[in-house]
């Protein structure tokens, strides 16, 4: 065997990758000095990369840290951890902070792991993004318009509806898009940027499509605007919404629903009746893939229907689920896995081409190893029935396996 | 790889691809029985990646996931479990951990520091094996059950189904280059 790897490492970065593990655990110092049988100030001194860590102290880390040794020693992308760039710009209570620290690390943990994909198998994110827009001093409304239909010209998307939002961000723009079952349910989605890794995106799993939507429109928003500013995008999280906020709302109405095109469908449906009702809304959205209440709120703000119609079916007890059922319309299609498909394909063409182990392969995909071999399988069949007609086929793998 | 006459090594550990293997066939006990050699499992593999098959009606075999339960073979001496020992088995783990998952990292450095072969049916554990320790030697699932095939004689009928467990239970199809590739193919 080889010489010994702990000697060829930076100290510096491994200890730097041990701290946080450590602090992602709840652990101190001196919990940890404990668990090893030695001084606190020998765990200090690992951190900061004063002192090489033996091998039996790297594996009992590992295993107090609930992680793998592999993380480690593995070669990773270096980058600032998506913690440290939420402190600073925002502002958190101790309780939040709580909340949602797991779900910024996730982010972490999967943005990186999608970069380290495309470094083994040689695939870069292709990165299409625009120049950020500089919005200071417009009026924020004007602003998200602008952005809005410029970045629809730019991306080529006319004036209808876009039903596949997700894929256009991921593939079309070059974000890292995850969902996450994020709890509470107020957190619909976090956005951050990093300089190797590119726009990072979060969206609440748990949220139904049209709201998830929203989030992946607003905070392209902020990406559009504000690239290098961490949002949390939290629901009724403001008594005096900022305006980077209030930008990434309207932009993503303006994105999502712009006004030549929802004005045309609109006054398409008036000609052909004498007034409108709820079902009509109901429809549009459904069509648009948003909610009744954005929607509503956004016709309302066209002056295409009155102001206060969204209010008042609040008050008459306007139920949109069973309008909805009571219509035919079904669920939004959504490719709603939370990987994007590209990064399952990386990681079953590393697998396939033996630059990664099963265990590996497993661990990039969030499963067992069980189901990661049913993922490639479920590939080889995919592509052994599209070879001969020379397409390309995104296919979701993780639903393959009802992950 | 033949596992009867001059195999180079008394014991052969299994990595978590040919426990999984071994498991979904239906027919790991009587295949552990004919092997002629100890065999033997890191208890990291056990506890934390050889984990389950699918045992779902044939025609929706995905519906039913089954726990490994390895305990039966290990309370009857088939196998026995195998710790991280000492610091040349410690630092070979941390070396090998460097491109292996963290499984195939200890049953790779157990196997380096007491010359034990490895069962593994991953090819990029076989290749870094290959290289980096071309002493140890490498058998696959289908050598095991070939052996057990050729020892014990069952009938092209339980072999089918044995293999067949493997693929719909497992989940697991041999490379197209793979040694016995032919033969797997001769019975499903």
């Not at chain 1, 619909?188 to 995106?201: F, P, Q, R, V, W």
């Not at chain 2, 056990?46 to 305990?71: C, M, T």
């Not at chain 2, 034990?116 to 030697?137: C, E, V």
């Amino acid at each position: 065997m080889e010489e010994n790897i702990l000697d060829k490492l930076d100290i510096r970065e491994l200890g730097r990758e041990l701290q946080l593990a450590r602090t992602k655990r709840g652990l101190t110092q001196a919990d940890v000095a404990q668990m090893l049988d030695v001084a606190r100030t020998t765990i200090t001194a690992i951190e900061k990369g004063e002192r090489r860590i033996k091998p039996d102290e790297l594996i009992r880390l590992a295993q107090a840290y609930g992680r793998q040794v592999n993380d480690f020693v593995r070669q990773r992308p270096a980058i600032e951890p998506f913690q440290v760039q939420f402190r600073g710009p925002f502002l958190r209570s101790e309780d939040e902070d709580k909340e949602i620290s797991i779900y910024i690390d996730q982010l972490e943990d999967l943005s990186r792991d999608y970069f380290e994909l495309e470094q083994i198998t040689n695939s870069p994110l292709g990165r299409k993004y625009p120049n950020e827009y500089s919005i200071d001093g417009l009026r924020v409304d004007l602003a998200a318009e602008d952005v809005a239909n410029q970045e629809r010209k730019r991306l080529g998307l006319g004036d209808g509806p876009i039903p596949i939002l997700r894929e256009i961000l991921e593939q079309d723009v070059g974000l890292r898009i995850f969902y996450l079952a994020i709890k509470p349910s107020k957190y619909s989605a976090m956005y951050l940027y990093d300089h190797k890794l590119g726009g990072c995106i979060g969206v609440n799993l748990q949220h139904p499509e049209e709201r998830r939507r929203w989030s992946l429109a607003h905070d392209f928003g902020h990406f559009l605007a504000h690239r290098y500013k961490p949002t949390m995008f939290v629901i009724n999280n403001y008594r005096r919404v900022p305006q980077s906020e209030q930008f990434a709302d309207y932009f993503a109405a303006y994105f999502l629903m712009p006004t030549s095109g929802l004005t045309m469908r609109f006054n398409d449906i008036r000609k052909t009746k004498e007034k409108i009702v709820v079902a009509d809304l109901c429809t549009l959205a459904h069509y648009y893939g948003v909610s009744v209440e954005a929607l509503t709120l956004r016709l309302e703000d066209l002056k295409l229907i009155p102001t206060g119609v969204w209010d008042r079916l609040q008050e008459g007890g306007f139920k949109v689920r069973e309008a909805q059922a009571q219509l035919g319309l079904g669920d939004i299609p959504s490719q709603s896995s939370q990987l994007p498909i590209r990064y399952q394909n990386l990681a079953v063409l590393a697998f396939e081409n033996s630059l990664i182990t099963e265990g590996q392969f497993s661990h990039y995909l969030r499963v067992d190893r069980l189901s990661a071999r049913s993922i490639a399988e479920s590939l080889r069949r995919q592509r052994s029935q599209a070879s001969g007609i020379n397409s390309e086929i995104d296919l979701d793998l993780t639903e393959a396996i009802n992950v | 790889m033949n596992i009867d006459k001059g195999f180079p090594h008394d014991c052969i550990i299994l990595d978590a691809c040919c426990v999984i293997n071994l498991y979904a066939s239906g027919k790991m006990r009587t295949i552990l029985q004919v092997i002629p050699r100890n065999l033997s499992i890191a208890a990291y593999v056990k506890d934390h990646e050889a984990l389950n098959i699918y045992s779902g009606p044939i025609d929706n075999v995905q519906a039913i996931s089954e726990s490994i339960d390895l305990q039966p073979f290990v309370d009857d001496n088939l196998l026995f479990l195998a710790y991280i020992d000492g610091e040349v088995e410690e630092s070979a783990y941390v070396n090998l951990a460097q491109s292996l998952d963290d499984g195939e990292a200890v049953t790779g450095a157990i196997a380096l520091n007491r010359n034990w072969a490895i069962a593994t049916d991953d090819s990029a554990s076989m290749k870094l094996f290959q290289r980096t320790a071309p002493h140890i030697a490498l058998v696959s699932t289908l050598d095991l059950i070939k052996h057990w095939v050729d020892t014990n004689k069952p009938s092209d009928d339980i072999v089918h189904d044995a293999l067949l467990n493997i693929r719909v239970r497992g989940r697991y199809e041999p490379h197209r280059n793979h040694p016995l590739g032919n033969w797997w193919r001769k019975f499903l």
